[in-house]
């Protein structure tokens, strides 16, 4: 398994600006089978005009081994016996109010 990368990007100007360094760096990690996962922005309280733009790129090949052994290992809920309903308990929903 391979380790993520981070990527932080101070903002501050322009999205445009921030999109024209975000872009190259998001394709090459993408020719090197890494894909962004997480986006997280840093807002310091202290210097309002100044915040970071945190990226996370995980290594594509584990997220997708991840997904499928979280999704095979997931258990369906075992059914009871089927009866015909003479033991079921009702379930009493008060009315709401409004």
């Not at 998001?26 to 310091?44: R, V």
């Not at 309280?45 to 095979?72: G, Q, V």
Request: hydrophobic share 40%; charged share 20%; net charge negative.
């Amino acid at each position: 398994m391979r380790f993520p990368i981070e990527v932080d990007l101070v903002m501050g100007g322009s999205v445009m600006r921030a999109m024209q360094l975000v872009s190259p760096i998001t394709i090459l990690l993408l020719k090197a089978s890494y894909a962004p996962s997480t986006l997280m922005l840093i807002w310091d309280p202290n210097c309002p005009k100044r915040s970071i733009l945190r990226i996370s790129y995980d290594y594509l090949p584990d997220l997708i081994n991840e997904f499928l052994t979280s999704s095979l290992m997931e258990k369906l809920p075992v059914g009871e016996e089927t009866t015909n309903g003479e033991n079921t308990k009702g379930i009493h929903i008060p009315p709401t109010s409004m």
